[in-house]
């Protein structure tokens, strides 16, 4: 069926578009949306992951610099660069 298609990018795009706005409780409602269409989407369990993980983060620290570093250090996931030693 074609309409289950649409409303999983749809969704994903919006689950997306919260997150990187900071509404992680959003984007986490979004995400399970999402993943009601397709357990098994590897893009959509990614970022499902973060947002619950930043969700709990902010819950938890009750501080706004908090959820701000861990999502500096989690936008920063694969990027590669180079440690030297001293």
Not at 44 to 73: D, E, Y
């Amino acid at each position: 069926m074609l309409f289950p298609s649409l409303f999983f990018g749809q969704l994903l795009h919006y689950g997306i578009t919260a997150y990187k706005s900071g509404q992680y409780t959003e984007a986490d409602d979004l995400f399970d949306k999402v993943l009601a269409i397709n357990q098994t989407d590897f893009e959509a369990i990614f970022w499902k992951m973060r947002a619950t993980a930043m969700k709990n983060v902010s819950f938890a620290s009750g501080q706004q610099g908090c959820p701000a570093a861990l999502r500096r250090g989690l936008d920063a996931v694969g990027e590669e660069k180079s440690v030297t030693a001293s």
